[in-house]
Protein backbone atom coordinates (compact mmCIF):
# COMPACT_ATOMS: atom_id res chain seq x y z
CA UNK A 1 0.00 0.00 0.00
CA UNK A 2 1.05 3.73 -0.91
CA UNK A 3 1.85 6.11 1.34
CA UNK A 4 0.70 9.41 1.75
CA UNK A 5 2.60 10.94 -1.08
CA UNK A 6 3.70 15.01 -1.30
CA UNK A 7 5.52 17.04 -3.99
CA UNK A 8 7.58 19.26 -4.40
CA UNK A 9 9.93 17.21 -1.94
CA UNK A 10 11.92 20.70 -2.07
CA UNK A 11 11.15 24.12 -3.10
CA UNK A 12 13.41 27.21 -2.91
CA UNK A 13 11.53 30.30 -3.72
CA UNK A 14 12.22 34.27 -3.26
CA UNK A 15 10.10 36.35 -1.04
CA UNK A 16 6.81 37.57 -2.08
CA UNK A 17 6.32 34.89 -4.50
CA UNK A 18 3.55 32.17 -4.23
CA UNK A 19 4.25 28.35 -3.47
CA UNK A 20 1.81 25.56 -3.60
CA UNK A 21 2.30 21.93 -1.75
CA UNK A 22 0.80 19.33 -3.02
CA UNK A 23 -0.98 15.53 -1.27
CA UNK A 24 -2.14 12.49 -1.82
CA UNK A 25 -3.38 10.85 1.17
CA UNK A 26 -3.61 6.70 1.73
CA UNK A 27 -6.79 5.49 -0.54
CA UNK A 28 -9.58 5.80 1.57
CA UNK A 29 -8.28 7.76 4.51
CA UNK A 30 -10.83 10.37 5.01
CA UNK A 31 -9.28 12.33 6.86
CA UNK A 32 -6.39 14.63 6.00
CA UNK A 33 -3.76 17.09 8.12
CA UNK A 34 -1.82 19.87 7.08
CA UNK A 35 1.13 20.37 9.26
CA UNK A 36 4.04 22.88 9.87
CA UNK A 37 7.12 21.55 11.05
CA UNK A 38 9.88 24.00 12.09
CA UNK A 39 13.68 23.18 12.63
CA UNK A 40 13.89 21.74 15.82
CA UNK A 41 10.33 21.60 16.71
CA UNK A 42 7.51 19.24 16.48
CA UNK A 43 4.56 19.59 13.90
CA UNK A 44 2.00 21.53 14.39
CA UNK A 45 -1.08 21.59 12.79
CA UNK A 46 -2.17 23.95 9.76
CA UNK A 47 -5.62 22.87 8.86
CA UNK A 48 -7.55 19.53 9.33
CA UNK A 49 -10.30 17.92 6.48
CA UNK A 50 -13.03 15.76 6.78
CA UNK A 51 -13.51 14.64 3.09
CA UNK A 52 -13.81 17.63 1.63
CA UNK A 53 -14.66 20.01 4.49
CA UNK A 54 -11.93 21.76 6.74
CA UNK A 55 -13.57 21.40 10.14
CA UNK A 56 -10.37 23.02 12.17
CA UNK A 57 -8.30 25.84 10.40
CA UNK A 58 -8.16 27.90 13.78
CA UNK A 59 -4.17 27.60 13.14
CA UNK A 60 -4.21 28.72 9.26
CA UNK A 61 -3.14 32.16 8.70
CA UNK A 62 -5.53 33.26 6.30
CA UNK A 63 -3.98 35.99 5.19
CA UNK A 64 -1.21 34.28 3.06
CA UNK A 65 -2.29 30.80 3.46
CA UNK A 66 -5.13 28.78 1.50
CA UNK A 67 -5.90 25.21 1.24
CA UNK A 68 -8.25 23.07 -0.79
CA UNK A 69 -9.59 19.40 -1.21
CA UNK A 70 -11.86 19.69 -3.63
CA UNK A 71 -13.25 15.98 -4.58
CA UNK A 72 -12.22 14.71 -0.90
CA UNK A 73 -9.21 13.01 -2.03
CA UNK A 74 -5.32 15.03 -3.00
CA UNK A 75 -5.10 18.42 -1.05
CA UNK A 76 -3.06 21.85 -1.90
CA UNK A 77 -1.84 24.21 -0.12
CA UNK A 78 -1.07 27.41 -0.93
CA UNK A 79 0.76 30.31 0.42
CA UNK A 80 0.89 33.71 -1.20
CA UNK A 81 3.05 35.63 -0.55
CA UNK A 82 5.49 33.76 0.87
CA UNK A 83 7.77 35.32 3.79
CA UNK A 84 11.26 34.42 5.31
CA UNK A 85 9.41 32.97 8.25
CA UNK A 86 7.31 30.49 6.19
CA UNK A 87 10.90 28.32 5.55
CA UNK A 88 9.78 25.00 7.02
CA UNK A 89 8.68 21.14 6.38
CA UNK A 90 5.01 20.89 5.29
CA UNK A 91 3.66 17.90 6.66
CA UNK A 92 0.63 15.98 5.18
CA UNK A 93 -0.89 12.89 7.21
CA UNK A 94 -4.01 10.93 7.09
CA UNK A 95 -5.78 8.60 8.77
CA UNK A 96 -9.40 6.56 8.53
CA UNK A 97 -11.29 9.17 10.31
CA UNK A 98 -14.06 7.01 11.69
CA UNK A 99 -15.16 6.60 15.29
CA UNK A 100 -12.25 5.33 17.05
CA UNK A 101 -8.32 4.94 17.45
CA UNK A 102 -7.29 5.31 14.07
CA UNK A 103 -3.48 6.25 13.47
CA UNK A 104 -2.03 9.42 11.84
CA UNK A 105 0.01 8.74 9.16
CA UNK A 106 2.84 11.09 7.69
CA UNK A 107 4.05 11.64 4.48
CA UNK A 108 7.72 12.91 3.63
CA UNK A 109 6.98 16.14 4.08
CA UNK A 110 8.15 19.41 2.01
CA UNK A 111 10.99 21.57 2.76
CA UNK A 112 10.67 24.87 1.92
CA UNK A 113 13.49 28.00 2.02
CA UNK A 114 12.26 31.28 1.12
CA UNK A 115 15.20 33.63 0.60
CA UNK B 1 -3.24 24.37 27.90
CA UNK B 2 -2.82 22.83 24.71
CA UNK B 3 0.93 22.43 25.38
CA UNK B 4 2.66 19.12 25.79
CA UNK B 5 6.22 19.19 27.24
CA UNK B 6 9.31 17.06 26.36
CA UNK B 7 12.44 16.23 27.99
CA UNK B 8 15.27 15.98 27.56
CA UNK B 9 15.80 17.67 24.39
CA UNK B 10 19.14 15.84 23.37
CA UNK B 11 19.84 11.88 24.88
CA UNK B 12 23.25 10.02 24.31
CA UNK B 13 22.72 6.46 25.48
CA UNK B 14 25.16 3.57 24.88
CA UNK B 15 24.03 0.40 23.07
CA UNK B 16 22.30 -2.15 24.69
CA UNK B 17 21.30 0.52 27.42
CA UNK B 18 17.83 1.80 28.58
CA UNK B 19 16.67 5.20 26.73
CA UNK B 20 14.17 6.79 28.55
CA UNK B 21 12.01 10.46 27.34
CA UNK B 22 9.89 12.14 29.38
CA UNK B 23 6.14 14.37 28.50
CA UNK B 24 3.91 15.93 30.40
CA UNK B 25 0.58 17.43 29.20
CA UNK B 26 -2.31 19.85 31.23
CA UNK B 27 -5.07 19.07 28.86
CA UNK B 28 -7.05 16.65 30.77
CA UNK B 29 -9.67 15.90 27.66
CA UNK B 30 -6.48 14.16 25.30
CA UNK B 31 -7.28 10.84 25.40
CA UNK B 32 -4.48 9.42 23.12
CA UNK B 33 -0.89 9.49 23.27
CA UNK B 34 1.42 8.39 20.55
CA UNK B 35 5.25 8.05 20.26
CA UNK B 36 6.60 9.22 16.79
CA UNK B 37 10.30 8.03 15.48
CA UNK B 38 11.62 10.77 13.07
CA UNK B 39 14.65 10.31 10.61
CA UNK B 40 16.40 13.03 8.87
CA UNK B 41 14.35 13.75 5.81
CA UNK B 42 11.48 11.63 6.74
CA UNK B 43 7.96 12.29 8.15
CA UNK B 44 6.92 11.60 11.68
CA UNK B 45 6.25 7.48 11.63
CA UNK B 46 3.91 5.97 14.63
CA UNK B 47 6.11 4.01 17.17
CA UNK B 48 3.40 2.93 19.86
CA UNK B 49 0.43 4.49 21.26
CA UNK B 50 -1.87 4.30 24.53
CA UNK B 51 -5.10 5.36 25.44
CA UNK B 52 -4.99 6.69 29.64
CA UNK B 53 -7.02 3.78 30.75
CA UNK B 54 -3.91 1.79 31.38
CA UNK B 55 -0.63 2.31 33.08
CA UNK B 56 1.61 0.52 30.26
CA UNK B 57 2.11 -0.96 27.04
CA UNK B 58 4.74 -2.86 25.41
CA UNK B 59 5.50 -3.52 22.66
CA UNK B 60 9.23 -5.34 21.50
CA UNK B 61 11.61 -3.01 23.17
CA UNK B 62 9.09 0.25 23.37
CA UNK B 63 7.33 0.62 26.55
CA UNK B 64 5.35 3.59 27.18
CA UNK B 65 4.45 4.27 31.37
CA UNK B 66 1.31 6.00 31.71
CA UNK B 67 0.38 8.45 35.10
CA UNK B 68 -2.84 10.14 34.58
CA UNK B 69 -2.93 11.88 37.92
CA UNK B 70 0.57 13.36 37.36
CA UNK B 71 -0.80 14.08 33.89
CA UNK B 72 2.77 12.39 32.80
CA UNK B 73 4.09 9.97 29.92
CA UNK B 74 7.54 8.01 29.35
CA UNK B 75 9.25 6.48 26.68
CA UNK B 76 11.41 3.43 27.53
CA UNK B 77 13.54 1.92 24.77
CA UNK B 78 15.28 -1.48 25.64
CA UNK B 79 18.36 -2.83 24.62
CA UNK B 80 18.76 0.97 22.69
CA UNK B 81 20.52 -0.03 19.02
CA UNK B 82 22.27 2.37 16.28
CA UNK B 83 19.47 2.40 14.72
CA UNK B 84 17.16 3.80 17.09
CA UNK B 85 19.03 7.39 16.52
CA UNK B 86 16.57 9.44 15.36
CA UNK B 87 14.39 12.71 16.87
CA UNK B 88 11.48 11.14 19.04
CA UNK B 89 8.22 13.32 19.46
CA UNK B 90 5.59 12.46 22.35
CA UNK B 91 1.71 13.66 21.26
CA UNK B 92 -1.41 14.01 22.82
CA UNK B 93 -4.75 14.38 20.97
CA UNK B 94 -8.50 13.89 21.60
CA UNK B 95 -10.97 11.41 19.99
CA UNK B 96 -9.00 9.12 19.70
CA UNK B 97 -6.24 11.03 17.50
CA UNK B 98 -9.01 11.77 15.10
CA UNK B 99 -8.50 15.53 15.58
CA UNK B 100 -5.24 17.46 16.15
CA UNK B 101 -2.47 15.96 17.33
CA UNK B 102 -0.33 18.24 19.59
CA UNK B 103 3.26 17.30 19.73
CA UNK B 104 6.83 18.07 21.67
CA UNK B 105 9.19 19.60 21.09
CA UNK B 106 11.26 16.50 20.13
CA UNK B 107 14.12 14.68 21.76
CA UNK B 108 17.04 14.17 19.48
CA UNK B 109 18.56 10.52 20.66
CA UNK B 110 22.43 9.31 19.83
CA UNK B 111 22.83 5.38 20.43
CA UNK B 112 26.92 5.19 20.40
CA UNK B 113 28.62 1.66 19.64
Known amino acids: EAGVVQSPRYKIIEKKQPVAFWCNPISGHNTLYWYLQNLGQGPELLIR????????DSQLPKDRFSAERLKGVDSTLKIQPAELGDSAVYLC?????????????FGPGTRLTVL | QQQVKQSPQSLIVQKGGISIINCAYENTAFDYFPWYQQFPGKGPALLIA?????SEKKEGRFTISFNKSAKQFSLHIMDSQPGDSATYFCAAGSNFGNEKLTFGTGTRLTIIP
Open chain 1, 49 to 56: YENEEAVD
Open chain 1, 93 to 105: ASSLGLAGIHEQF
Open chain 2, 50 to 54: IRPDV
